[in-house]
């Protein structure tokens, strides 16, 4: 099977999520059933940069697994046997392996490189890397419930 590109319209028609919390802007690579690339273009106007930390903006940790997480889910939700007959809301059962090795600040892109490890009917497991320019910025193996 050849790999697809999604843009962000197609993003939003798998996700939930919508602003501020769509946290991916476009999909570069999908293999369902095996990986996914995805990247986030970092500006200075987001959110949560007025709280964290106005004199020297960086992306939250927690936000950055999150990401990974929504390219993980759209990953999913390409690679099931059959298409859900609407959005899946997906819920975190739990994260191992989080290790966060640079900061990530505006004007980054964030590249998300998910593998998927295990898909089951209820619940789906992955290991994720975020790198900026090549360097590896944060690592994590992430598990969520499918639907409920």
């Known amino acids: 099977m050849p790999a697809q590109r999604l ?20 999909v570069v690579e999908m293999v369902p059933g095996e990986y996914i690339k995805a990247f986030k273009n970092v500006t200075f106007n987001e959110p949560f940069f007025q709280g964290h930390f106005p004199d020297n903006p960086v992306v939250p940790g927690v936000l950055i697994v999150e990401a990974m997480a929504q390219a993980g889910g759209v990953l999913t939700v390409a690679s099931m046997p059959t298409k859900p007959a609407e959005k899946v809301t997906y819920y975190f059962m739990g994260m191992d392996g989080v290790r966060f090795r640079k900061p990530v600040t505006p004007g980054d892109q964030i590249l998300f490189n998910v593998k ?33």
């Not at 843009?7 to 476009?26: G, K």
């Not at 994590?140 to 639907?147: R, T």
């Open 7 to 26: 843009s962000i319209q197609e993003i939003l028609a798998v996700l939930p999520h919508r602003y501020p919390f769509v946290l991916i802007d476009r």
């Open 116 to 148: 998927l490890l295990k898909l089951r009917t209820r619940a789906v497991k992955m290991a994720g890397t975020a790198t900026v320019n090549n360097q590896l910025v944060a690592e994590a193996e992430l598990m969520a419930s499918i639907g409920g």
